[in-house]
């Protein structure tokens, strides 16, 4: 996994607009979470 691709794909979905935006936005959100490294928070402010 790449932690640029699952920011943008945050970044994009980021509205929230349709079921897809959000499923899409949960799964990039759960897969950082998943790496339990906390060097992804400051990347995720700068969203």
Sequence with gaps: MD??????KIYTNRL???QEEI??????LGNLIGLEDKSV???LCMV
């Design 23 to 28: 499923d899409a936005f949960e799964e990039a």
């Design 41 to 43: 928070i400051t990347e």
């Design 16 to 18: 929230l607009q349709s």
């Design 3 to 8: 932690v640029k691709s699952e920011l943008n």
